[in-house]
């Protein structure tokens, strides 16, 4: 079971990563420090593997560890945070030319935009609009009732086209896009 295990999550791994970094990296805005969620989140699906049930696909059991992983490191690094913000004026963030590379879905103006939006409208744009997980697996991923990521949905849409339109977007390429 051990050599299977780690050949399961070895291809996991091959599939899934480069969405799960990038699903972190919008959260963390820390090119390293997203690598480091990423690792720890194929670490900790090789050690709870035996608890994955497959309710759900890999995919979704993945970035519901890659969403709880993340958000831990957040809650202990809020203080640190507030600081670096204070001293760097981390609103103006500009990234890594990596970065961008790593985040080339779309284009730098989207998700700088949807890095202004409150987090809880950013991980259901991100995990639906982006990421393309269905409502329920999005549910399960935010451990949220499916009715609270419609409405979440419902309103975080015209919030990111407002920010799209404060980014300089005009109106017709921020309502195309969404």
Not at 58 to 80: C, G, M, Q, Y
Not at 129 to 150: H, N, P, Q, R
Request: aromatic share 14%; no cysteine.
């Amino acid at each position: 079971m051990s050599e299977n295990k780690k050949k399961e999550i070895s291809e996991w791994y091959d599939q899934h990563s480069k969405s799960v970094l990038s699903f972190i990296l919008l959260m963390v805005k820390d090119y390293q420090q997203a690598e480091d969620l990423t690792h720890d989140t194929f670490l900790k699906a090789y050690l709870y593997y035996d608890s994955f049930k497959h309710y759900s696909g890999e995919k979704t059991w993945l970035f519901s560890i890659a969403h709880n992983i993340t958000v831990d490191f957040l809650r202990k690094r809020k203080p640190a945070m507030l600081l670096k913000e204070i001293f760097l004026m981390q609103k103006d963030y500009i990234p890594l030319p990596e970065e961008i590379f790593q985040l080339k879905e779309e284009s730098y103006e989207l998700y700088k935009a949807i890095g202004e939006l409150k987090d809880t409208y950013r991980k259901v744009i991100i995990l639906r609009k982006i990421k393309g997980f269905s409502i329920e697996d999005t549910a399960m991923i935010l451990s949220w009732s499916e009715s609270k990521v419609k409405s979440t949905l419902f309103r975080a849409i015209p919030a990111l086209k407002k920010q799209l339109l404060k980014e300089g977007y005009s109106s017709e390429e921020a309502i195309r896009r969404y």
